[in-house]
């Protein structure tokens, strides 16, 4: 048996980020316009026998317990033992604006041992937020999005078949206290902080307006006085501004992802002149078991002799190269590729390069 462990390959992909017009919707959010985040605990019954084991999951028995009592059926004292129900925790989003008798969707994931929700229904579940209010009731056919078969002898599991969705699956029962209309000044927050994107975003939004409505704050807040506009509500301001093209200012980041050995450039990265030297080391392990054999008529035993031979490698790399000042995007692709390494031994190189200063970018490790 041969075994190699070596350095690992895996793909390299550098990126440039063309700087271009964005909407302002795209890269900011409005103050007080957001989701709420829903959950609520149900029962999905149904299944075809791929259920919660009850023994393991006493909980579904709970539940279901009072699910049946509260339709008038009287299960005290009573033991039963169904493979068709399974415990599951629902969740949702409320949007901004959501009014009572809409339609949202909702995710169910199981929470016990059962295999399969396909083909389920969630029966009636309330959903409440963060206060402890409803505001949703969930129910429906779940779609899963996974298959699983079962054998004898064994199965095939494809995809995730104990979590599913339900499209318009929970009705609005009440909505979010904010007034929009009420107020006098609104902030746009940044996705991403910077004082010149802030910056560009007050001038195109005072440009557009013909008067000096946004204010920026900071780095991350740009703030808007709706009495200024001289507008019919805060809602026509927002509807006026949030399509508004603004060009980004983004900073030189390297992003490298140590699990899959991505590597991803933006485009305002630069490297001042440096040499590097690389190399590698790969072991071979191999295996050559000796068998040896009692004689013929023999009361003996047949023996199993191990034999190891492991060597070690050290690869010459590239040896001392340099990477000369680069003011561009693919000066700098060129200037990597031109030591001839594989994406992983490139990680370990932008590591060092940043390390010794030459790199003028944020290096960003997960």
């Known amino acids: 048996m041969i075994r190699f462990f ?8 550098p990126l440039a980020a063309l700087a271009s017009p964005i909407r302002i919707k795209d890269l900011v959010e409005f103050d007080g316009v957001r989701g709420n985040d829903l959950v609520g605990y149900g029962l999905v019954v149904g299944l075809n026998g791929t259920g919660d084991g009850l023994r393991n999951a006493p909980f579904t028995e709970d539940i279901m317990s009072n699910v049946l009592e509260r339709l008038g059926v009287n299960v005290t004292g009573e033991q039963f033992r169904p493979k068709n129900v399974a415990a599951v925790l629902v969740t949702a989003a409320l949007p901004a604006f959501a009014r009572a008798g809409g339609r949202i969707d909702i995710t169910v994931s199981a929470i016990g041992d059962a295999k399969s929700l396909l083909g389920g229904t969630l029966v009636m579940t309330p959903l409440t937020g963060a206060d402890g ?18 054998g004898a002898a064994g199965g095939v599991v494809q995809g995730v078949p104990t979590a599913g969705v339900v499209p318009s699956g929970a009705r609005v029962e009440r909505e979010v206290a904010f007034d ?8 746009l927050a940044l996705r991403q902080p910077d004082f010149t994107t802030a910056g560009r975003i007050e001038q195109v939004i005072n440009a557009s307006l013909g008067r000096n409505v946004a204010l920026m704050q900071d780095a991350g807040t740009v703030v808007l006085d709706i009495k200024k506009a001289q507008m019919q509500s805060p809602a026509h301001v927002l509807g006026r501004i949030e399509n508004l093209a603004v060009e980004p200012e983004t900073r030189a980041r390297v992003v490298v992802d140590q699990a899959s050995g991505t590597i991803v450039i933006g485009s305002d990265v630069r490297i001042s ?11 071979r392990v191999e295996e050559s078991p000796l068998v040896i054999q009692p004689n013929p008529f ?7 002799v191990p034999r190891t ?7 010459p790399g590239t040896g001392l190269a340099e990477i000369s000042e680069t003011t561009t995007l693919s000066e700098v692709v060129a200037g990597l590729n031109a030591l001839g390494v594989a994406p992983r031994d490139m990680i370990d190189i932008l590591k060092t390069i940043s390390a010794a200063g030459a790199l003028h970018a944020e290096l960003l490790v997960r």
């Open 180 to 187: 929009l209309g009420q107020m006098n000044t609104l902030r």
């Open 133 to 150: 209010q409803i505001y949703a009731v969930a129910q429906g056919t779940i779609i899963a999005g996974g298959i699983s078969a079962q």
């Open 273 to 283: 002149q440096v040499a590097v030297a690389q190399g590698n080391l790969t072991l």
């Open 298 to 304: 023999s009361n003996g035993e047949t023996i199993v």
């Open 309 to 315: 031979n492991a060597t070690i490698t050290n690869d």
């Open 6 to 13: 070596t350095v690992f390959m895996c793909l390299w992909l």
